[in-house]
């Protein structure tokens, strides 16, 4: 059985605004059950970020779709677990008690805004929908908020922008109207699911730190989901790494990079380029990569699911499922060997 313990995420405490226990989410397909979010625990606390990490299919995207109750149903079904928002459990909540909660307590930025946007609805109205249904504002007021909104992520002639079309702003813009409409009611949980990967670098950049300095002037709690480990680095306090949807490590983000405790996380930090080697400080080589894929998650292999790409599989990998659990103080990994590998438990 896999230790999930609450100090495995941060223990419960004043600070912690949502605290995930146990998740589970499958789909239900032709191909067999398959465990897209596999017992998962976490917890955040207000004015944190928390980065989810790991390799497309990992179960990223579709442990924030959990959170607020977007699973797809068919094929998908939320199984198990508990979702506690300052002391409400979402899993608990009828449809309609949940429609009061997004978008007003905890809000999310998907990864593409223009199918995310409305087409046939200016900016102001689509970000001044949530103000009305939660706030209880009249229209103009609603719409007065919004332009003071877009003027908050820095967007150009707001008022202007606030009569436009999503076609008619920049993706830069877009994404910058999309935070605005996340944070317009002050969630308490912002989940930002691939907020960058649609913008060029310059614009990533930007979106970042508007996401950061609106953290510290409002206190919201944020969950970043990303694959760049860059975008970690500079954002996030602790990070949760994925695969094959169950957590294998976590971490606070400065310990994580200075000494990952499993080999899926040094095989991700491996395969980031680096700039000592592009500006030739040291010998040049090849950029390091994982070899293989993940795993399809309705044929996992017996054991660890990364076994079969590690390279330091022995015959226990392959054959029991490592329990997760306490390697150091506030290091929790789920490997057989990364004592072995990485230093003695609580070293």
């Known amino acids: 059985m896999v230790v999930q313990s609450a100090s495995a995420s941060a223990a419960l405490d004043d600070g912690v605004v949502l ?8 789909f239900y397909t032709r191909q067999g059950l398959l465990k897209a979010v596999d017992d998962v625990s976490f917890a955040v606390r207000k004015g944190e ?7 497309s299919g990992c179960g990223k995207s579709i442990t924030a779709l959990s959170l607020i109750r977007l699973v797809p149903t068919p094929p998908g079904r939320i199984v198990g677990g508990a979702v506690s928002l300052a002391g409400t459990d979402l899993l608990r909540l009828d449809e309609k ?19 995310s946007l ?27 908020r919004a332009v003071e909104m877009l003027q908050l992520v820095r967007i150009p002639e707001p008022e202007q922008r606030a009569r436009d079309y999503p076609h008619q702003l920049s993706g830069g813009m877009r994404q910058r ?21 649609a913008l060029d670098v310059t614009i990533q950049a930007q979106i970042l730190d508007l996401i950061v300095d609106l953290q510290r002037q409002l206190g919201t709690a944020v969950i970043l989901i990303t694959h760049d480990l860059g975008v970690v680095a500079e954002t996030a306090q602790r990070v949760i790494v994925m695969y094959a949807g169950r957590k294998v ?13 499993h080999p899926y996380t040094s095989g991700l930090m491996a395969s980031i380029p680096r700039l000592d080697l592009i500006r030739g400080h040291v010998e040049a080589g090849r950029l390091q990569e994982i070899p293989g894929m993940v795993p399809a998650l309705t ?22 499922y490592p329990p997760y659990e306490e390697k ?12 072995e590998l990485y230093g003695a438990a609580h070293a």
Not at 97 to 115: L, Y
Request: some cysteine; proline content about 7%.
């Open 97 to 115: 008690a949940m429609r009061g909660v997004r978008g007003n307590d905890i809000s999310m930025i998907f990864q593409e805004p223009m199918t």
């Open 49 to 55: 970020t928390l980065a989810i990490v790991g390799e």
């Open 299 to 320: 044929d996992l292999p017996t054991g660890c699911a990364f076994a079969p790409r590690c390279q330091f599989a022995v015959d226990r990998c392959h054959a029991d």
């Open 249 to 261: 490590e976590e971490a606070p983000a400065s310990e994580l990079f200075a000494r990952p405790l």
């Open 177 to 197: 109207a999309m935070i605005a409409m996340a944070l317009a009611c002050n969630p308490k949980v912002l989940i930002a699911d691939e907020p960058t990967t």
């Open 19 to 26: 605290d995930v226990r146990g998740l589970k989410t499958y």
């Open 118 to 144: 409305n087409p046939v609805m200016t900016i102001g109205r689509q970000i001044g929908e949530a103000l009305i249904l939660h706030q209880g504002l009249t229209r103009a007021a609603a719409l007065a």
């Open 328 to 339: 150091r103080p506030g290091r929790w990994a789920a490997c057989w060997r990364s004592d």
